[in-house]
């Protein structure tokens, strides 16, 4: 799967108010679109995963360890693996986030 449009990817209910299109994987990192509700939360949880993310749209408050950051437009961050963390949309929001390894649980 080199090239795709996300056009032909389907989303997935993550939660209430937190939505999720994968885009493409590899051997070694998956890519996807996150799109949260106003009030949407991710919550608090850690994973195997290093995740990376960028905010095209909209505002959250993410936690990252026992600290939170109040993300905007332009915005990247890093969650190390093993570290917990949470987001609460305070507004609208799509970012793209990708996580290394690949998560066989976002390959739908």
Aim: proline letters at 7%; hydrophobic letters at 40%; aromatic letters at 10%.
């Amino acid at each position: 799967m080199p090239i795709v449009s996300n056009a032909d990817r389907p989303f997935a209910d993550m939660m209430p108010g937190v939505r999720r299109r994968t885009l493409l994987w590899g051997e070694t990192m998956l890519f996807a679109e996150i799109h949260l509700e106003e009030g949407g939360v991710v919550p608090l949880h850690d994973h195997v995963y290093e995740q990376i993310g960028y905010c095209i749209e909209g505002t959250f408050d993410l936690k990252i360890g026992d600290v939170v950051h109040s993300i905007e437009p332009g915005n990247c961050w890093c969650v190390p693996s093993g570290v917990p963390h949470e987001a609460t949309a305070t507004s609208r929001c799509f970012l793209i986030e990708a996580w290394s390894p690949a998560r066989d649980d976002y390959k739908d």
